[in-house]
């Protein structure tokens, strides 16, 4: 019998705020990953936590991801946070919730401060964890490469994600492919760019 091949999958988006989007190296690139992880997390059922950092100043998640809005995705956790990592009171609650151990896939920003401190937090607390390479950035793109690998040495899984779609579902058996499917072809050329820009090898 087909299963999936990465059990309880649940999507977190760091930071995603309109305000950094002109200091962050290929911001708008991380957006269009963003926004195809966020078509599969409905294909696969996936929970989704959202952050922004220091709301009042630095204002909303950027509203092309449609978070909350309707018809746009509804997340399980939306919330503003001075910390650094995700892991606030609220998400943590959230997390709880969700059947133990979760595979947690982490795009947003920056990824050697927030992305890292979440990831970091995760780990300890037994999750799985995948950062998608294609969907994280900082001001300085030369953070990124350190973060990844410094993740990597921590026990995080750096992937792409379209690996990482592909790597959920596991089996081509499965109802879900055609809609996964349908997705990676929608998005195969925003898919090329994005690697060429922010997976440099």
């Known amino acids: 019998m087909a299963q999936r091949r990465i059990t309880n ?8 705020q309109e305000k950094f989007r002109p200091a962050i190296h290929e911001f708008s690139k991380v957006i269009t990953t963003t926004q195809k992880l966020l078509k599969a997390s409905q294909v696969f059922g996936m929970p989704v936590f959202a952050t922004t950092q ?26 503003d946070k001075t910390l650094f ?42 999750h799985k964890v995948y ?38 579902l596991g089996d081509a058996g499965l109802g879900e492919f055609k809609k996964m499917a349908g997705i990676v072809k929608e998005h195969n050329r925003s898919t090329k760019e994005v690697l060429q820009s922010l997976c440099k090898i």
């Open 54 to 79: 220091n709301r009042a100043r630095l204002g909303e998640t950027c509203e092309e991801l449609g978070l909350d809005a309707p018809g746009g995705v509804q997340t399980l956790v939306h919330v």
């Open 131 to 168: 950062i998608i390479a294609d969907g994280v950035s900082s001001c300085n793109p030369e953070e990124v490469p350190i973060a990844l690998a410094r993740l990597r040495h921590e026990g995080a899984v750096v992937t792409t994600s379209e690996s990482f779609m592909y790597e959920c």
């Open 85 to 126: 990592s995700m892991l606030t009171p609220e998400v943590r609650k959230g997390i709880a919730g969700l059947n133990k151990p979760v595979s947690c896939v982490i795009v947003g920003i920056e990824s050697h401060i927030c992305v890292t401190q979440t990831a970091l937090d995760l780990l300890q607390d037994g």
């Open 9 to 16: 999958p649940a999507l977190f988006i760091c930071d995603l």
